[in-house]
């Protein structure tokens, strides 16, 4: 049961470089998140996916991109990292039923660290 | 006003204390309400939902008060693995977008 599986685990980048978080979940999911976790701020959305062809921003969306590649990958690109990304990423991802909430399954996360 | 509100803790309890934290939440549109744990450096989890009526999960109930716009988590009987931080993101509609805080960070010693 592997659920939602992002790479890479740990990852150093030097300021101003570019790189792209994967993502892919097997459990059939429409919606798919990305969220940012930094230390006594919690969980932060910066984009999500509500079904395969759509994107939207979230709370923090300022310095990244995504692309939902189809409906089990959704990635997240840092165009031009900055020491202010520094940070854990959790990708996630959950039936849409927009009525009542869903379970959101998590990802292991990412630990992103910008010199 | 944040839109879900916590005691960061830590709240240290030794083993087989009953422990109780709430979450104020600002949307009183919000319409359900979970508790997810997440333990360090890990993803987080759902503990549990939270239904109108309140709901028991073995040594976990959750309650959840409208009127006054919290919900609550009482764990009996605490376990050293019970050692978690405990979020609580109210779902206000949409596209299941959840917000979360920062959590309560709970310490069971032994």
């Known amino acids: 049961n592997a659920g939602v599986t992002q790479t890479p685990k740990f990852q150093v980048l030097k300021t101003g470089q570019s790189m792209t978080l994967q993502c892919a979940q097997d459990m059939n999911h429409n919606s798919m998140y990305w969220y940012r976790q930094d230390p006594g701020m919690g969980l932060r959305l910066i984009y999500y996916s509500a079904s395969e062809g759509t994107t939207d921003k979230g709370e923090v969306p300022n310095g990244y991109n995504v692309s939902r590649l189809n409906k089990r990958e959704f990635s997240l690109r840092l165009e031009s990292a900055a020491p202010s990304q520094t940070s854990v990423y959790f990708c996630?991802?959950?039936?849409?039923?927009?009525?009542?909430?869903?379970?959101?399954?998590f990802g292991e996360g990412s630990w992103l660290t910008v010199v | 006003r944040k839109e879900v509100e916590q005691d960061p803790g830590p709240f240290n309890v030794p083993e087989g204390a009953t422990v109780a934290f709430n979450c104020t939440y600002s949307?009183?549109?919000?319409?359900?309400f979970f508790w997810y744990r997440q333990d360090c450096r890990k993803e987080p989890k759902l503990l549990m939902s939270v239904y109108s009526s309140g709901n028991e999960d073995g040594r976990f109930t959750a309650q959840l008060n409208r009127a006054s716009q919290y919900i609550s988590l009482l764990i009996r009987d605490s376990k050293l693995s019970d050692s978690a931080t405990y979020l609580c993101?109210?779902?206000?509609?949409?596209?299941?977008?959840?917000?979360f805080g920062a959590g309560t960070r709970l310490a069971v010693h032994p």
């Open positions: 996630a991802s959950s039936e849409s039923r927009q009525s009542s909430g869903n379970t959101i399954y």
């Open positions: 949307n009183s549109a919000s319409q359900s």
């Open positions: 993101p109210p779902f206000s509609g949409g596209y299941n977008k959840l917000i």
